[in-house]
């Protein structure tokens, strides 16, 4: 597999930290080298009380983090098509750690969505 850059929503900061299920309400965005294994941390804190658009702006966020992929709990339609219009593909995950995820999507084991699994402004 090639090397890619990989956007995780979640929790915290570190690789053991918890997937964030909301993607323009996450807390984080641990983006992830599937080749290294290294990790840098985004805070999004500032999407976490908009009143709307925070799909959005996390969108925007993450297509310009450069990743290939993100991976996600949820993602309403603006984010989706935000993140398309980025080129970033998107994977499901309900549960478990930012590497767990990582792991998991490496396997193959990670259903990629092809529109959003949500309505809007779902929390």
Same mark, same amino acid.
């Given at each position: =597999?090639?090397? =890619?850059?990989?956007? $995780?929503?979640?929790? @915290?900061?570190? %690789?053991?930290?918890? #997937?964030?299920? *909301?993607? @323009?309400?996450?807390? !984080?965005?641990?983006? $992830?080298?599937?080749?290294?294994?290294?990790?840098?941390? +985004?805070? &999004?804190?500032? &999407?976490?009380?908009?009143?709307? /658009?925070?799909?959005?702006?996390? @969108?925007? &966020?993450?297509?310009? %983090?450069?990743?290939?992929?993100?991976?996600? /709990?949820? #993602?309403?339609?603006?984010?989706?098509?935000?993140?398309?219009? @980025?080129?970033? *593909?998107?994977?499901?995950?309900?549960?478990?750690? #930012?590497?767990?995820?990582?792991?998991?999507?490496?396997? /193959?084991?990670?259903?990629? $969505?092809?529109?959003?699994? #949500?309505?809007? +402004? !779902?929390?």
């Amino acid at each position: =597999m090639a090397t =890619m850059k990989i956007a $995780v929503t979640a929790q @915290g900061p570190e %690789l053991t930290s918890d #997937v964030d299920t *909301r993607f @323009g309400r996450a807390k !984080w965005i641990v983006v $992830v080298d599937t080749d290294t294994g290294e990790s840098q941390a +985004h805070d &999004n804190k500032v &999407n976490l009380t908009l009143a709307q /658009g925070a799909g959005i702006q996390t @969108g925007q &966020n993450v297509a310009n %983090l450069g990743v290939d992929a993100v991976i996600t /709990g949820n #993602v309403g339609p603006n984010a989706y098509k935000t993140l398309a219009a @980025g080129k970033v *593909r998107i994977f499901l995950v309900s549960d478990g750690t #930012v590497e767990q995820a990582v792991t998991a999507f490496k396997q /193959g084991q990670l259903e990629e $969505v092809q529109q959003a699994n #949500v309505e809007g +402004h !779902w929390i």
